[in-house]
């Protein structure tokens, strides 16, 4: 019980080196756990969670946590066994576990609880409490980041009025999460440091043989590119124009990487006009039938406060709204060997 206590204890403190806001940022969780006891069995425990987190809003900030409370509350026939036994307190110590993922980073933790000394009544449910200290912890990267709880394992040591041992001495207690309840404490997307550059450069478009110019913005690992035009010829004398538009699909996440970053962009294209002869061939609402993925990442000579290159390749699907030539269009741009060359620069 204290067990459990000592575990949500522990991810708490987790959880402040996890939790991503730019302010004190309160949490306050119920969840139950069934533990083994000597003599009595599988019992369920109730576990509330209370802390408040200070965090930065930035990759490489530094977490810390307040106000951290976490009771556990007995049930009577745990109360009653105790009391067979002649227990007139309890007190141990625990080791949590829990999950912390940042980005590509994921990070089990075994964290140790003090498990205060707390009065055993004769009978009826009574309430524990544990505590730890959370050291300040840095994130060092952008994306989504959770914490997750997962078992504990307490030592505990049940003591008569005389504060000898009971006949059960020290035992442990291994405890699980029960079913049906959300294992995360806290899920969110840290954000990079408030950078925004202004975006210059190309894009290949492989199956066109061509390129077409890329300007717009990059604002934290979300890419916000303006609409451009590429020039074709199909079959070497058949000129033909696109018109691109990339626009981010849902949320989009990335990675810091030293002074660099990787976004993992996932992106919309649409084709609103293309012409061949100089005469439309397609309906306003030509667009690829699925989101395109796309790591753009810096390359050499890239630092945050200057900007520099970024690159990266992609696959076009399938296009999908483009009317009667849809099929045909499709197999003038699907495939992959696409790619971006892109500079940025602060803005």
Do not use: W
Request: net charge neutral.
């Amino acid at each position: 019980m204290r067990t459990v206590r000592s575990l949500l204890a522990a991810c708490v403190l987790v959880f402040a080196v996890a939790a991503p806001a730019s302010a004190s940022t309160p949490v306050d969780k119920q969840l139950s756990f069934t533990c083994p006891f000597p003599l009595i069995g599988l019992q369920k425990l109730a576990v509330e969670v209370k802390a408040s987190f200070e965090v930065p809003s930035a990759p490489g900030g530094t977490f810390t946590t307040a106000d951290l409370a976490v009771a556990v509350t007995v049930p009577d026939k745990s109360t009653r066994g105790l009391a067979l036994v002649g227990a007139a307190s309890i007190e141990g110590t625990a080791s949590a576990g829990v999950t912390l993922a940042n980005g590509p980073l994921t990070l089990p933790l075994a964290l140790p609880l003090t498990v205060a000394k707390t009065a055993v009544p004769a009978s009826g449910p009574f309430t524990t409490n544990a505590s730890g200290s959370v050291p300040p912890v840095q994130l060092p990267n952008a994306g989504r980041t959770t914490l997750t709880i997962g078992g504990f394992s307490a030592r505990l040591t049940p003591k008569k009025a005389d504060g000898s041992f009971t006949g059960l001495g020290s035992f442990t207690s291994d405890c699980t999460l029960d079913p049906g309840q959300d294992p995360v404490l806290l899920s969110f997307d840290l954000g990079t440091a408030s950078r925004d550059y202004a975006v210059t450069g190309s894009t290949t478009l492989k199956a066109l043989g061509t390129t077409a110019p890329v300007t717009g913005s990059f604002t934290g690992f979300t890419p916000a590119f303006d609409r451009t035009r590429a020039e074709f010829k199909v079959f070497g004398f058949v000129p033909g124009t696109a018109d691109l538009q990339f626009g981010p699909d849902g949320p989009q996440t990335g990675e810091i990487t030293g002074d660099g970053f990787v976004a993992h962009a996932k992106l919309a294209l649409a084709l609103p006009q293309v012409t061949l002869f100089g005469l439309p061939v397609a309906d306003a609402g030509c667009r690829a039938s699925a989101p395109i993925p796309v790591d753009l990442r810096s390359g050499s000579g890239f630092a945050p406060a200057t900007g520099g290159p970024v690159t990266g390749t992609y696959a076009i699907p399938a296009l999908t709204g483009c009317g009667t030539f849809t099929a045909y269009l499709s197999s003038l741009v699907q495939g992959e060997g696409n790619a971006f060359a892109l500079t940025l620069t602060p803005r």
